[in-house]
């Protein structure tokens, strides 16, 4: 079956430009999850969303938003944009429940740069 | 919170060397444990999972991992490293009842040839 998709791939930003990413799951996958990945701070957690609630949160400022539609396909927007928000971004499906629902599988990210 | 640590940030290896990546996690409760692998220019992908039963869960291109409750830990172990092997690993563990994931830092591999 198909993976997950994320678009863009690449994208150029100036500072206090907003962005929005989009990513689709897995079929019957019901959780998608966010996160910002860079070479000093490794991953970090965003937000979960299932069945079109946010379940999980980390500890991002509220510049950093997202909502999952009825068909599990979720999108993150960032307003504001500031040099350090520069990351790639990766979007990972799941089930989100029962014995497998930890189970991630990623998508190849968006690489937001912020000049 | 749940936590995840890792306990080596960088390792270098030679070909043929053994290998062992520690992970603790902080969480008494039932937890789902995993380890990523993300190779170059790769996605980020599974290396292999622990649910329940023997502890010790092999994995994909020849990785082990032993889950020891008693200590909080899933260390990951490869007898034998190649080349290819040289990438970014991750731990994580699911919290199965708050349905949350928390991934380790990560420890990059490199293995010279």
């Known amino acids: 079956k198909a993976g997950v998709t994320q678009t863009p791939r690449y994208l150029i930003k100036t500072r206090g430009q907003q962005v929005t990413l989009s990513c689709s799951p897995i079929?019957?996958?019901?959780?998608v999850s966010w996160y910002q990945q860079t070479p000093g701070q490794g991953l970090q957690f965003l937000f979960e969303?299932?069945?079109?609630?946010?379940?999980n949160k980390g500890n991002f400022p509220g510049r950093f938003s997202g909502r999952q539609f009825s068909n599990s396909r979720s999108e993150m927007n960032v307003s504001t944009l500031e040099l350090g928000d520069s990351a790639l971004y990766l979007c990972?499906?799941?089930?989100?429940?029962?014995?497998?629902?930890?189970?991630?599988?990623f998508g190849p990210g968006t690489r937001l740069t912020v000049l | 919170a749940q936590s995840v640590s890792q306990h080596n940030h960088h390792v270098i290896l030679s070909e043929a060397a053994s290998l062992e990546l520690g992970c603790n996690y902080s969480?008494?409760?039932?937890?789902?444990l995993f380890w990523y692998v993300q190779y170059p220019g790769q996605h980020l992908q599974l290396l292999l999972k622990?649910?329940?039963?023997?502890?010790l869960v092999k994995g994909i291109k020849g990785f082990e991992a032993e889950f020891i409750k008693s200590k909080f830990s899933f260390n990951l172990r490869k007898p034998s490293v190649q080349w290819s092997d040289t990438a970014e690993y991750f731990c994580?563990?699911?919290?199965?009842?708050?349905?949350?994931?928390?991934f380790g830092d990560g420890t990059t591999l490199t293995v010279k040839p």
């Open positions: 990972a499906s799941s089930l989100g429940t029962g014995q497998a629902g930890g189970e991630q599988f």
């Open positions: 994580a563990v699911y919290n199965t009842n708050a349905g949350k994931s928390t």
């Open positions: 079929s019957g996958h019901r959780s």
């Open positions: 969480y008494g409760g039932t937890v789902n």
């Open positions: 622990y649910f329940s039963g023997d502890p």
């Open positions: 969303y299932f069945s079109e609630t946010q379940r």
